[in-house]
């Protein structure tokens, strides 16, 4: 079984629906999750960046951590064509990990006008 | 601009042939890394380095090697012995350890293709 397990998709959803992307992990310490977006052929963008459970919101983004249930998910609002990416969980456990990250497989969402 | 850059952006080399990609900082970050990233597989972790001068092996480092030399370089030499060498490589840096802060940035990648 694989540390994080993220739903590959591929999604497709009509322009201005609010989209769910989520993540599960088995590792209890993992305190620190980010999202990233990835176009085809760049790097990785750094969408979100949150600690321990809560929600954070930036815009069209929120992303919500659910340590107890070790599920975290990134919504997004009003989905535009230019939100058609690879949508990437990240997590680590801070301390002496030595910022080591650990990765989803990403979620490939298509939003049609 | 603040950022990270890598050269270059393709490369094609014959099976058997060592080859170095680049990868440059100019964040004043400490810690840099080395992934690749294959089809339905995610990012794997390659290297990756805290300080000048220190550096340790990921889940994947077989067949690849690493310096760090300076503070905003990190190349990566893709060997002879490194079985499926095509893939996208990708580039990352983060913050002082000490800040707290354990977000990565990534450069644009580089697509190695070996035939």
């Known amino acids: 079984q694989k540390e994080v397990e993220q739903d590959p998709g591929p999604l497709s959803v009509p322009e201005g629906a609010i989209v769910s992307l989520n993540c599960t992990y088995s590792?209890?310490?993992?305190?620190?999750f980010m999202w990233y977006r990835q176009y085809s052929r760049k790097g990785p963008e750094l969408l979100m960046y949150?600690?321990?459970?809560g929600n954070k919101e930036d815009g069209r983004f929120t992303a919500q951590v659910d340590k107890s249930s070790k599920y975290i998910s990134l919504f997004i609002r009003d989905s535009q064509p230019s939100d058609s990416a690879t949508y990437l969980c990240?997590?680590?456990?801070?301390?002496?990990?030595?910022?080591?990250?650990?990765f989803g497989q990403g979620t490939i969402l298509t939003v049609h006008p | 601009d603040g950022g990270i850059t890598q050269s270059p952006k393709y490369l094609f080399r014959k099976e058997g042939q060592n080859v170095t990609l680049s990868c440059e900082q100019n964040?004043?970050?400490?810690?840099m890394y080395w992934y690749r990233q294959d089809p339905g597989q995610g990012l794997r972790l390659i290297y990756y380095?805290?300080?000048?001068?220190?550096?340790q092996k990921g889940d994947i480092a077989e067949g690849y090697s690493v310096s760090r030399e300076k503070k905003e370089s990190f190349p990566l030499t893709v060997t002879s012995a490194q079985k499926n060498p095509t893939a996208f490589y990708l580039c990352?840096?983060?913050?002082?350890?000490?800040?707290?802060?354990?977000?990565?940035?990534f450069g644009p990648g580089t697509r190695l293709t070996v035939t």
């Open positions: 990352a840096s983060s913050p002082n350890l000490g800040t707290g802060s354990y977000e990565q940035y």
């Open positions: 590792n209890s310490a993992f305190q620190y």
């Open positions: 949150t600690y321990s459970s």
């Open positions: 990240a997590m680590s456990p801070g301390g002496t990990s030595y910022g080591k990250l650990t």
């Open positions: 964040l004043n970050h400490d810690a």
């Open positions: 380095s805290q300080i000048v001068n220190d550096f």
